[in-house]
């Protein structure tokens, strides 16, 4: 069975409480914190390829109004953002020695800049998505052996940030922010409280900030209540992607991650050599989250 392991999950979930945001630019902007992982139950000289993408976690933009964020009652129109590829697969072993970071990925919100770049995910602003990581196994055609995403990882793009609290927080988190908090402890009252140029702090930086509450429809709705993305039950930090939390540590502790370097042609090659996964049975019943597009408010848990 395939695990992975969300590294840095409890600086994740001070973004997460806060109602995290990630600004995106045209010319393409990292995310902070950096989205880390560690891998255990592979085969060992079996060959794996990872891909990274942004699954929206409703249909409907949001906006953020005297410090809380509401769902806007306009549908527009989605896209499903692309899924990005390591530049060439690795083995189990490697994989699971060294883990994954993907310190280079960037989010943006036009199409050119996915043309290029390799390196891009394209997506909407003022939407929540939650990151998505798929492997695939590569024993003659390539088959998707596991999806895993972690709700703590959230977050809301923007084209500058909308809460103070979540702006602070990356300054305070980010060590490459130095400049930047200089820069405001002297100018503050000069600076924008955002701004979406591409030497701002952003995804390069830590945060744990934003408003406590969010509402929508005249109700405040909180950073815990927005809608739950966790495909799997975990013990401490361990997903098995729709399975329950049959697995227990200890387990061995990568000694260097692997930079995410990407692969633009690999996604054609899996689509025209791809076989579905297999239906794996679960004691826990688990299955994979399903968001009701049809329903304006279908995936916002409201306070009783």
């Known amino acids: ?3 992975v392991m969300l590294n840095e999950k409890r600086l994740w979930k001070e973004f997460d409480s806060q109602c995290n945001e990630m600004i995106i630019t045209k010319i ?3 995310l902070f914190p950096i989205l880390e992982y560690t891998f255990f139950g592979l085969q060992n000289e079996v060959n794996y390829q990872v891909g990274i993408t942004m699954q929206p976690t409703g249909r409907h933009k949001l906006k953020f109004t005297a410090g809380h964020w509401d769902p806007l009652d306009v549908i527009e129109e989605m896209f499903q953002p692309n899924e990005v590829f390591m530049a060439k697969p690795v083995t189990g072993r490697e994989l699971m020695n060294r883990g994954l970071k993907l310190d280079k990925l960037k989010l943006t919100n036009t199409k050119e800049a996915l043309v290029k770049s390799d390196q891009m995910i394209r997506v909407q602003s003022m939407r929540q998505y939650v990151p998505v990581l798929s492997v695939y196994e590569l024993i003659g055609d390539a088959r998707r ?3 895993f995403q972690f709700q703590e990882t959230r977050f809301i793009a923007v084209t500058a940030y909308q809460s103070d609290k979540v702006k602070n927080l ?11 908090r200089e820069g405001t402890r002297s100018s503050s009252a000069k600076r924008p409280t955002s701004t979406t140029s591409s030497t701002s702090p952003d995804s390069t930086m830590d945060s744990s900030s934003d408003n406590s509450d969010v509402s929508a ?3 405040h709705l909180k950073p815990s209540q927005f809608p739950s993305t966790d495909r799997f039950l975990t013990p401490a930090n361990f997903g098995a992607p729709f399975l329950g939390p049959e697995a227990a540590g200890p387990f061995p502790t990568p000694t260097q991650l692997i930079p995410f370097q990407f692969d633009p042609n690999w996604a054609s090659y899996y689509h025209q050599n791809h076989h579905q996964v297999a239906q794996q049975s679960t004691s826990s019943g688990l299955s994979a989250i399903q968001y009701d597009y049809s ?3 279908a995936n916002y848990h409201w306070p009783g």
């Not at 990356?170 to 930047?180: I, T």
Request: aromatic letters at 16%; a positive charge; hydrophobic letters at 30%.
């Open 295 to 297: 329903n304006p408010f």
């Open 1 to 3: 069975m395939v695990y």
């Open 170 to 180: 990356k300054v305070q988190r980010n060590k490459f922010a130095q400049g930047f």
């Open 28 to 30: 393409g902007r990292n």
């Open 145 to 147: 052996i596991g999806t």
């Open 217 to 219: 429809s005249g109700r």
